[in-house]
């Protein structure tokens, strides 16, 4: 349980550091200081500071709740226990497996419906969606072709 707790340890430097730079991110986003590149309109710009800052509040959230279970862990041995269980759980494990390879199946499926009604409507949609299917096909194959290996 020690190496454990050294190992929640290091997570909670980690969490506390990204949580860090994401505020400082949403701030910044917030005052508008970053801007995107191409300004297309002030309009563009507005709505994608408006999505960064909502994106980095949503992350940052997710990880103070993080940071707080680890901390109540540091001092509560009963939570540590159930922090151990379910890091080490392979039911949950194998659940998460099953449900991602399945949702992948599900989202390439669907693309490939996305690419053909989107290529009767706007070039560069079609292509960016025939853009993300291919990368996530590739990154599939190749990830089976290493755990095949590793296995």
């Known amino acids: 349980m020690e190496t454990y707790r050294k190992k929640l340890k290091i997570q909670s430097i980690f969490l506390a550091l990204a949580l860090v730079v994401l505020i400082a991110v949403q701030v910044l986003a917030y005052l508008e200081t970053i801007t995107p590149i ?21 992350l940052s959230i997710l990880f103070f709740i993080g940071l707080l279970n680890n901390i109540r862990a540091f001092f509560r041995e009963d939570a540590l226990k159930k922090l151990y269980i379910k890091a080490h759980d392979e039911r ?5 497996v099953h449900a991602q390879s399945m949702g992948c199946r599900i989202f390439l499926s669907a693309m490939l419906v996305v690419i053909i009604v989107a290529g009767y409507f706007h070039v560069l949609v079609c292509l960016t969606c025939l853009a993300v299917t291919v990368a996530l096909s590739l990154t599939v194959a190749l990830c089976k072709l290493y755990y095949c290996r590793k296995l």
Do not use: K
């Open 92 to 96: 949950n494990a194998q659940i998460a």
């Open 38 to 58: 191409a300004l297309e309109s002030e309009r563009w710009s507005g709505l994608w500071n408006g999505f960064i800052a909502g994106a980095c509040l949503g």
